[in-house]
């Protein structure tokens, strides 16, 4: 108990300080901060695994975020018949295609011996099949871009439960990441580093142009939801009844019965969005508790040994007869995997698919700074890194405005340099995180809960 | 008479677009190459110094503006980039001193360093946002056009007109007189000989007597002048927008890989390397076939190899291949 007792004490804080903000701001802005929390701590435990378990850095991170996305338009919106009709057949064909040129390239990657002549077939192969694949599926993209392109023009998805994207969503992401790690988990750190930088931009430039599958920067909207609608439960009795419960004291203050109503009504309709924020609440805590019994049995685990052996001399590990190639590749799809859930729980909270919302400050560089702050190859480190750097990073401008304030107290409410200083409030968080980071990294550069390793 | 219609309109449109754009992203690679050759880390805070760098060259001219100072048809921005320079170096020196110098001096491993300055990264972007804000800012004044596009036809009597902005023509000059300027003092000067055995072998360098310290300063402040002409260079010629200059920062380091990294020169070609890669494959050719083609073998498309969407992603996956195939890059890299 004693031995946690650091780790106790800082989630107590943490969520002391949620709580503060319910009661303070408000109870949406608190669990809407909460729920974010819960994905960022997801996000934090993906790339923990990684970095933490096996030192792989992965700037990628919003590659996989966006993949997951992705996932939850593909599962939940209903398929888009007349487009299916109008292009799906050159598009299924095109898949087949691409299918093929893989095939084929490894067909000849097999059969042939390394050489010039291998290389240029391979090239022939990939620029025939690319120039193949254009013309069969434009004509396809076309027609399906045409149809309604107000509302659709897009193929739609498979009109399932959107909660099924979650477990997509990993799938997607580890298979992309299966491909990157098999061609660029050889280079160098800092090379690895810039190559996943450029990976992840690349699958966001896809996403955002490919507008037969994604619908691009027009954006998916009107996601469905494993949750129920707050107009909905505006209506439905139990939960008038549970409102009226909970705020009798109050309610009971008032006589005059018409104000009751209204002040009942005001109540029910805060009460709903709290409500729906609680049931994502509960959806996302229960994967981030499964995902941390898992990762926790991982890190004790013969193989959570083996990944640190890796990590801290791979040469080593290799002549122990540890196939280190292997092993990177596995941690590397596990992990982008546990990031694809977080980007499909993200779209499904949010309820639409924004490609042009994915930028690399927000979704690698900001989960690199939780990783480290929190402490790599300590989950509980890394959860606790989600929760406090995205609650700064939220209150950051209540933050910074306070201070604006504190320090240019003398100064005239209309002075040049407070009006400046006041609108530029939202940058602050950039400056708290970079400084936070910085220090971290020079006083306590094993973050807030250190990584420790008890020999059972 | 079509044929050379058809090379004015490759000139116009890809070649004289590409050589500027690619000086600017050399001038940001070789910038990026110093860091990695002699300080040894992929410094992640490129985009974001250099937009530290133009800030300052904006503020300089908006002062020089309300002063009433200008250089005629140069742009005003040319007085001002010194007085940026001045105050950039101090900038990275200083950042230098309660940064980078704790790590180098532990040596910590590349990776670390490389984390760092993405706390870097983000502390210069806060900065530059809280100064001079996130939004789209035109600094240029002076002779817009050496040649206009209408003035050239009427010249020549061509259907295809040139247009040559003066930003481009002085990003051409003023990165050949820099970079120049900069080979020159690597392999003639003692200390240029010194900073390149100091990123070829640090112990050795050592050994013969070489002071790190000075080569670290004189690192920063060559990176100091980079950024700053660079970042002003583009800001210049397209415009200046925080989150714009973050993202340059890929295109960069993808030059910087693709020339070989640690090799200043192999940084300056893969520029040029990038940005004709770039704007080549995006180019809709339609109209150059339409030119050098008899009538009857007209395209029916815009005969484009890419959309320009994927402008970036041609360049990224050139780093890619280059990464897997030769990681060392076109040429050698790891030398300086």
């Known amino acids: 108990m004693r031995k946690n007792l650091n780790v106790i004490a800082a989630y107590s804080i943490m969520m002391g300080l949620i709580i503060l903000v319910g009661i303070f701001q408000s109870w949406n802005i608190a669990l809407s901060i909460f729920n974010l929390c819960l994905i960022s701590a997801v996000m934090t435990m993906g790339a923990n695994i990684q970095w933490g378990y096996a030192g792989l850095i992965n700037f990628g991170i919003m590659g996989y ?262 092993q990177h590749l596995l941690i590397f799809v596990l992990g982008s995997a546990i990031v694809g859930i977080a980007g499909a729980m993200l779209v499904t909270q949010d309820g639409l698919f924004t490609p042009g919302s994915y930028r690399p400050m927000r979704y690698t560089f900001l989960i690199w700074v939780m990783v480290i702050v929190g402490g790599s190859g300590n989950n509980f480190g890394a959860i606790l890194g989600g929760f406090a750097v995205w609650f700064l990073w939220i209150e950051a401008a209540p933050i910074g405005l306070y201070l604006v304030n504190l320090t240019t107290a003398g100064l005239d409410d209309t002075h040049a340099l407070k009006v400046h200083l006041i609108e530029s409030v939202p940058y602050f968080r950039f400056l708290m995180m970079g400084i936070g980071l910085l220090l971290i990294m020079r006083y306590r550069p094993k973050g807030i809960l250190p990584e420790k390793i008890e020999i059972k | 008479m079509d044929f050379v219609n058809a090379i004015i309109l490759l000139l116009n449109y890809i070649f004289v677009p590409a050589l500027a754009y690619g000086s600017q992203l050399a001038l940001g690679a070789i910038f990026v190459t110093l860091i990695y050759g002699i300080l040894r880390f992929a410094n992640f805070a490129t985009g974001d110094m250099m937009s530290f760098g133009t800030m300052f060259t904006i503020l300089f001219t908006w002062y020089f503006q309300s002063l009433g100072i200008s250089l005629g048809v140069f742009p005003t921005a040319l007085l001002a980039i010194p007085f940026a320079v001045i105050f950039m170096i101090g900038y990275m020196l200083l950042i230098d001193k309660f940064v980078f110098k704790y790590y180098r001096v532990n040596k910590s491993p590349p990776v670390q360093l490389a984390m760092v300055s993405i706390g870097v990264m983000f502390v210069t972007q806060a900065v530059v946002r809280i100064i001079i804000g996130p939004s789209d800012r035109r600094f240029f004044d002076g002779e817009k056009f050496i040649i206009k596009a209408g003035e050239f036809k009427e010249m020549t009597g061509l259907n295809e007109g040139l247009a040559i902005k003066s930003t481009q023509v002085l990003t051409i000059i003023v990165t050949l007189i820099l970079v120049s300027t900069l080979f020159w003092f690597l392999n003639k000067t003692k200390t240029g000989k010194s900073m390149r055995a100091y990123s070829d072998n640090e112990d050795l360098a050592l050994l013969s007597g070489i002071d790190p310290k000075k080569i670290v300063m004189i690192t920063w402040v060559i990176a100091g002048i980079l950024a700053t002409i660079g970042g002003a260079l583009y800001g210049l010629d397209k415009s200046f927008k925080p989150f714009t200059y973050f993202n340059n920062m890929l295109p960069i380091f993808a030059a910087a890989i693709v020339g070989g990294i640690g090799n200043p020169f192999g940084a300056f070609l893969g520029g040029y390397v990038i940005a004709f890669s770039e704007i080549l494959l995006t180019y809709a050719y339609r109209k150059f076939f339409m030119y050098i083609l008899p009538e009857s073998m007209e395209p029916g498309g815009l005969v484009q190899l890419l959309s320009t969407d994927y402008k970036f992603a041609v360049s990224f996956s050139i780093l890619v291949i280059v990464l897997l195939y030769r990681p060392s890059g076109i040429f050698k890299g790891k030398v300086l």
């Not at chain 1, 810039?194 to 490919?210: D, F, P, R, W």
């Not at chain 1, 469905?224 to 939960?239: I, S």
């Not at chain 1, 508790?289 to 052996?309: D, E, N, V």
């Open chain 1, 65 to 326: 975020t966006a993949l997951g996305g992705l996932a939850a338009v593909l599962i939940s919106v209903n398929p888009v018949q007349e487009a299916w009709s109008a292009g799906g057949s050159n598009i299924l064909f095109s898949l087949f295609l691409i299918i093929g040129m893989v095939l084929a390239v490894r067909y000849v990657l097999n059969k042939y011996e390394k050489s010039k002549k291998r290389t240029y077939i391979i090239a022939t192969i990939i620029i025939l099949g690319i120039i193949i694949i254009r013309f069969v599926s434009e004509p396809g993209i076309e027609a399906i871009e045409e149809i309604e392109p107000a509302k659709t023009g897009f193929l739609g998805g498979l009109g399932l439960p959107i909660i099924f994207s979650w477990i997509v969503g990993a799938l997607f992401a580890g298979g992309l990441a299966f491909v990157i790690g098999k061609v660029a988990l050889g280079l160098r750190a800092d090379y690895l580093a810039i190559a996943t930088l450029l990976i992840s931009e690349i699958v966001i430039a896809i996403i955002k142009h490919e507008d037969w599958l994604t619908r691009g920067v027009k954006n998916v909207i009107g996601l469905k939801r494993p949750a129920p609608y707050e107009v909905n439960l505006q209506q439905t009795d139990w939960f008038i009844n549970l409102v009226e419960k909970f705020n009798s004291s109050k309610l009971n203050l008032i006589t005059d019965f018409a104000e009751r109503q209204a002040a009942l009504n005001q109540f029910v309709i805060e009460g709903s969005s709290v409500f729906v924020k609680l049931c994502y609440s509960g959806l996302f805590l229960v994967v981030v508790i499964i995902l941390l019994i898992l990762t926790q049995k991982a890190l004790y685990s013969p193989w959570g040994r083996m990944m640190r052996a890796i990590r801290d001399n791979e040469e080593a590990a290799n002549a122990m007869g540890k196939n280190v190639v292997k």
